[in-house]
C-alpha cells in the first residue's frame, strides 16, 4: 500500500518556476518507478515525466523537454518535478503516480498506474 501527497503547485507567471514535490507517506517508494501526470481543463490526462527506482534513466513528453526535470531521493521517500520556463499551456492539475510493473517509457504508454496521489493545481499566467 503507497499513499502519495503532491505539493508545490501554485499562480506563477509566463517564464517562472515550481517545483513541485511527490511525498509517500505511507509505503516505501524506492520499488517503484514514479512519474507525473497532468491534467488540463478539459482534456484528458497526459504524461509528463517518469524515472527509475534509483534516478538513473528519466523520461519525458517532448513539449517539456529542456524545461522540466524529474528527481528522486528514495532516502526522503520523495519525488520532485522542477518546472522552469513555465508556459500558460502547463496550466493543469499535476498527479503524482506510482508503478512496479512498467519502465519509465513504458509509463509514458501506460494508462493506468498501481498508485495516484490527489494532485496540485499549477496556474501559469500570461
Known amino acids: 500500500q503507497v499513499q502519495l501527497l503532491e505539493s508545490g503547485g501554485g499562480l506563477v507567471q509566463a517564464g517562472g518556476s515550481l517545483r513541485l514535490c511527490c511525498a509517500g507517506?505511507?509505503?516505501?517508494?524506492?520499488?517503484?518507478?514514479m512519474g507525473w501526470f497532468r491534467q488540463a481543463p478539459g482534456k484528458e490526462r497526459e504524461f509528463v515525466a517518469a524515472?527509475?527506482?534509483?534516478?538513473?534513466?528519466?523520461y519525458y513528453v517532448d513539449s517539456v523537454k529542456g524545461r522540466f526535470t524529474i528527481s528522486r531521493d528514495n532516502a526522503k521517500n520523495t519525488v520532485f518535478l522542477q518546472m522552469n520556463s513555465l508556459k500558460p499551456e502547463d496550466t493543469a492539475v499535476y498527479y503524482c503516480?506510482?508503478?512496479?510493473?512498467?519502465?519509465?517509457?513504458?509509463?509514458?504508454?501506460?494508462?493506468?498506474?498501481?498508485?495516484w496521489g490527489k494532485g496540485t493545481l499549477v496556474t501559469v499566467s500570461s
Open positions: 503516480a506510482a508503478d512496479r510493473t512498467t519502465s519509465p517509457q513504458g509509463m509514458g504508454g501506460k494508462g493506468s498506474m498501481e498508485y
Open positions: 507517506s505511507v509505503g516505501t517508494l524506492s520499488s517503484y518507478v
Open positions: 524515472i527509475s527506482r534509483l534516478g538513473g534513466t528519466t
